[in-house]
């Protein structure tokens, strides 16, 4: 089955204590992206990918770092959580950008205390 | 101005009856479109892409597409319970390298 999966689905820590979400999709996509979900602001682009070893800052990058080694995977880096980072998380796929729409993974939803 | 607009709503519409959402957007350059379906607590799931002037249907779907007024439409026939949930326009960037999301629309369909 075609996908994107996220882990984990849910995660409480501690501020400064740094974590990882991973991402990984099986549909060679060549395009990755992180977005944070927030009410009242919608989904907001944290980074892109468009190919393996190329990254690029969205519209709210800080306190966030992203890696893309190989295709399949972009994980999400926070290395110092603060509570203003509690939000729900996506990761998406796409064969090329936003040209063709996005597949999203099924979100994780991360809570900073 | 916001890059992607919508009326947040609630839109509230009886079972059976025609739902219609719009969507206005800024970037002029922008060549695809996109409506998503969000249930609670749940991941953007794609119902309709549209990427030339005109209407696009598929299913009870109907997607309109106006570049020269910049806006986006998406109409829901035969209206479900099942259609409640919150519907997010999403528009490309002129360079191509992401999505931007609108707030939202959210709709609910009473029996």
């Known amino acids: 089955e075609a996908q994107v999966t996220q882990n984990p689905r849910y995660l409480i820590t501690v501020t400064g204590k740094k974590l990882t979400v991973t991402c990984s999709q099986n549909?060679?996509?060549?395009?990755m992206s992180w977005y944070r979900q927030d009410p009242g602001l919608g989904l907001r682009q944290i980074y892109y990918s468009m190919n393996v070893e190329v990254t690029d800052k969205g519209d709210v990058p800080e306190g966030y770092k992203v890696s893309r080694k190989e295709k399949r995977n972009f994980p999400l880096i926070l290395e110092s959580p603060s509570p203003n980072q509690t939000s729900l998380y996506f990761c998406?796929?796409?064969?090329?950008?936003?040209?063709?729409?996005?597949?999203f993974g099924s979100g994780t939803r991360l809570t900073v205390v | 101005q916001k890059e992607v607009e919508q009326n947040s709503g609630p839109l509230s519409v009886p079972e059976g009856a025609i739902a219609s959402l719009n969507c206005t957007y800024s970037d002029r350059g922008s060549q695809s479109f996109f409506w998503y379906r969000q249930y609670s607590g749940k991941s953007p799931e794609l119902i309709m892409s549209?990427?030339?002037?005109g209407d696009k249907e598929d299913g009870r779907f109907t997607a309109q597409l106006n570049k020269a007024s910049q806006y986006v439409s998406l109409l829901i026939r035969d209206s479900q319970p099942s259609d409640s949930a919150t519907y997010l326009c999403?528009?490309?960037?002129?360079?191509?390298?992401?999505?931007?999301f609108g707030g939202g629309t959210r709709v609910l369909v009473k029996p």
């Open positions: 998406a796929s796409s064969p090329r950008g936003g040209l063709y729409g996005y597949t």
């Open positions: 549909m060679n996509h060549e395009y």
């Open positions: 999403a528009v490309n960037n002129a360079a191509g390298n992401k999505l931007t």
């Open positions: 549209i990427y030339s002037n």
